[in-house]
């Protein structure tokens, strides 16, 4: 039985509309996941982020592996009783930290020896071990181990790092020993296509639950990220979840969806939240509530959003937590930066549901 059903797709471009079943409940796509890398989503309680319309979170191998330990995740009753979070959980593979964690990381075919950032403690990681780890977790949705390269890597260390995760993906296929989790493979290639369309061949070969799209977003530009996008989903399974790892800002998610993504996380909500920074849908753009423009404002940040900061507290109020330094601000802003992606998100789906969606993406990516 197929875990993905599509409900509606756009006539104009690749989105589409669909439902992802979970363990722990169903997810309607496209889909956007907050961060709670070790374990919660930064100053955000499980009941808060419900509030915001957040289904699906995601939470990070590597982090948890350093504390508190998959021991004590296991002994505090899995990684949804810690969290407090009853709703579907991704975990990521750690395979990203063999790309921000380049300095301190040895890697070859077999797999990463990294230095923790935090001690300095030598810790291994390889596609069988991330694998077991995440079996143990209990997330909903698990990642197979990768290797993601920098922008500015060489044609010939892109290309190695294609053929590890196409070998490491085979190896997490095998290991994976708890059919209850979704299993994805993840395509790498920076933005050649040619090397996409290969690592992606070898990934459908083996039949994943899923297909994520990695590597993107670090530094190529958003013209060329797309690009890479729509090349990749138009040779992936279309009765497949597709998920695009690390975007975006509201720009890049529209787009994305118009190139047929099912599935987005960023840290920018909370990340942008806890700087002042808030996202708007109006004409003028998001606002840094430090500016002295604010200090007598008396408005919400966007009126007519339904948030609890929005229709509790000023922005006047707001630029006063976070000049005094109260931590009220940025979780107050965090709150409203998740609303305003799941209220993009929902809308996405609507306009998808109506069949509108191209003159609507349209209008806002010209904003």
């Not at 790498?188 to 296509?193: S, V």
């Not at 979840?241 to 909500?269: H, S, W």
């Not at 229709?311 to 976070?322: E, M």
């Amino acid at each position: 039985m197929s875990n993905f059903e599509i409900f509606s797709t756009d006539c104009r471009s690749a989105a589409r509309r669909g439902l992802l079943t979970t363990p722990h409940g169903k997810v309607e796509t496209p889909v956007f996941m907050p961060v709670g890398s070790a374990g919660a989503v930064k100053g955000i309680t499980p009941q808060q982020l419900e509030e915001t319309g957040s289904v699906l979170v995601l939470a990070n191998t590597y982090h948890l592996l350093l504390r508190p330990g998959i021991e004590a995740v296991e002994k505090a009753g899995g990684l949804h009783k810690l969290m407090g979070w009853n709703k579907p959980i991704l975990t990521d593979s750690g395979g990203y930290q063999v790309f921000s964690l380049s300095p301190l990381a040895k890697i070859d075919d077999e797999g990463v020896e990294f230095a923790s950032h935090i001690d300095g403690a030598k810790i291994y990681l390889n596609a069988e071990i991330a694998t077991r780890i995440q079996n143990r977790l209990g997330a909903d949705i698990i990642m197979c181990f990768d290797q993601c390269t920098p922008f500015s890597c060489s044609d010939p260390q892109l290309k190695k790092a294609v053929e590890r995760t196409m070998q490491w993906a085979k190896r997490a296929k095998e290991a994976h020993n708890n059919p209850d989790q979704l299993l994805f493979g993840i395509v790498q290639g920076g933005i050649d296509l040619p090397l996409r369309e290969l690592c992606a061949g070898e990934l459908v070969e083996l039949d994943f639950d899923g297909f994520a799209i990695g590597g993107l977003s670090v530094g190529e530009g958003h013209e060329d990220m797309i690009r890479t996008v729509s090349g990749t989903t138009r040779v992936l399974p279309e009765d497949k979840p597709r998920y695009l790892m690390g975007v975006g800002t509201p720009a890049d998610i529209i787009a994305a969806v118009k190139a047929g993504v099912d599935m987005f996380d960023c840290v920018l909500p909370t990340r942008n939240g806890r700087n002042a920074f808030a996202f708007t849908g109006a004409e003028s753009g998001p606002l840094r509530l430090r500016n002295s423009a604010y200090i007598n404002d008396p408005s919400p940040i966007e009126v007519g959003c339904d948030c609890y900061c929005c229709r509790n507290f000023s922005r006047a109020a707001l630029r006063h937590f976070f000049n005094v330094g109260e931590m009220l601000g940025p979780i107050l802003v965090s709150l409203h930066n998740l609303r305003f992606y799941q209220r993009l998100m929902a809308r996405i789906r609507q306009v998808l549901k109506e069949n509108k969606f191209a003159e609507w993406a349209e209008e806002q990516l010209r904003k």
